[in-house]
């Protein structure tokens, strides 16, 4: 038999990109969401979904971001969901706002969001920031 009869079903893969934390490389991330969900077999309503809500963090972050820093993101999926984890350096210590409508546009997209930000860091030049969310396949149609 071959390789994949002993596969596990929960087996998770993760892609991953850093990229300068400039609003002319959103079209890479876009786009690395985009062909990730696809290779993770998502719905073309499900592929919107989570290149919508990446856009969304990235942007916040990028738009905030400490210069000449860089946006790190990583994608995790298996058959069941995909998580998604945005990462950059900002200026402010409130990059993130929780009550904007980019957030709620990223919380009725995803199934969970959390964001996290710690003190700032003087070697980094400003607020090491966190912003995870993940996609559960078939979850969409309960919203």
Known sequence: MGEWTSRSSTETT???VRVPARLEQLTMLRALAETVALIADFALDEVTDIR????????SLILDAVSESAID??????????FVHVSS??????????????????????DSIAA????YDGMLGGYPTIVDFSWVRGVADDR
């Not at 993101?73 to 995909?82: E, V």
Request: glycine letters at 8%; proline letters at 4%.
């Open 14 to 16: 993760t892609i991953g």
């Open 52 to 59: 919508l809500a990446l856009d969304e963090v990235a942007t």
């Open 73 to 82: 993101c990583n994608f995790t999926y298996d058959t069941n969901q995909m």
């Open 89 to 110: 350096v900002t200026v402010s210590p409130s990059a993130v706002d929780g009550d904007g409508f980019g957030w709620h546009i990223v919380r009725t997209l995803t």
């Open 116 to 119: 996290a930000q710690s003190p």
